[in-house]
C-alpha cells in the first residue's frame, strides 16, 4: 500500500504543478511590485488557512500542530515595502484530523519551495529585516518536513478522513492558487 505521502502527491500533483507554473510565469519575483502581489497572496493563503488550523487545535483535531508566525511575518513584509494585507479569505471548517493534516500538507511542503524563491526576492533587494522575513524563516521550517511526515504516517485515521486529507489538500492548493489570481491581492499602497 502506498504511503500517504504518495496518496497526497499523487491527489494534489496537477494543482500542485499549477501554482508553480503560476508562480514561474507571472514575473512575481520580476521587480518589487510582483513580489508585493506573491507577498499579498501568501498573506490570504496563511492568515486563512492559521485560523482554520488554530479553530481546529480548538477542537483537539490538530495534535502536533504548533502556530505559525507566517501571517505575521508576511504582513510585516508588506509593510516594509509600503504595501497593506488584501482582504482576507473565507476560513475553511476542518472537520476531522485527515483535514488538518491535508492543509498542512500544502503549507508543510510550501517551506520547501520557499528555499527556492528566496534567493529570487534576495536578488531584487529584500532582506529578512526588509520585506524578505517570511521567505527567510519558511524556508528554514523544511526542518519541520520529517516531525510532519512521521505525523501524517503515524496518525489512526479512518477511511473518510483519508479523503477528508485529500479533499482539504486538493482545497489548499486551490485556494493559493485563488490567492495568486486573486485582484483583492493586488497592491494596496500606503500614503
Keep these: 500500500m502506498d504511503c500517504r505521502r504518495d496518496r497526497l502527491r499523487a491527489a494534489t500533483g ?20 510582483g513580489y508585493g502581489h506573491f ?28 502556530q505559525p508566525a507566517s501571517a505575521r511575518l508576511l504582513r510585516g513584509d508588506l509593510s516594509a515595502i509600503g ?22 500538507y500544502v503549507i508543510q511542503g510550501s517551506a520547501l519551495g520557499a528555499t527556492q524563491l528566496l534567493p529570487r526576492a534576495l536578488a531584487l533587494g529584500v532582506s529578512a529585516g526588509r520585506g524578505g522575513a517570511f521567505l527567510t ?14 505525523q501524517l504516517e503515524g496518525a489512526e485515521l479512518g477511511p473518510a478522513e483519508l479523503d477528508s486529507m485529500e479533499d482539504t489538500a486538493r482545497q489548499g492548493f486551490e485556494l493559493v492558487g485563488d490567492c495568486l489570481r486573486s485582484r483583492c491581492c493586488a497592491m494596496e499602497v500606503h500614503a
Design 14 to 33: 496537477p494543482l500542485h504543478g499549477l501554482v508553480e507554473q503560476m508562480i514561474e510565469r507571472s514575473g512575481l519575483f520580476n521587480d518589487l511590485q
Design 39 to 66: 507577498l499579498a497572496a501568501m498573506h490570504r493563503f496563511h492568515a486563512c488557512a492559521e485560523k482554520a488550523l488554530r479553530e481546529a487545535a480548538r477542537k483537539h483535531l490538530a495534535p502536533g500542530w504548533r
Design 83 to 104: 504595501l497593506a494585507p488584501a482582504k482576507r479569505q473565507p476560513v475553511p471548517v476542518l472537520a476531522n484530523r485527515g483535514a488538518v493534516l491535508g492543509l498542512r
Design 137 to 150: 524563516h519558511h524556508a528554514a521550517c523544511t526542518r519541520e518536513w520529517p516531525d510532519y511526515l512521521s
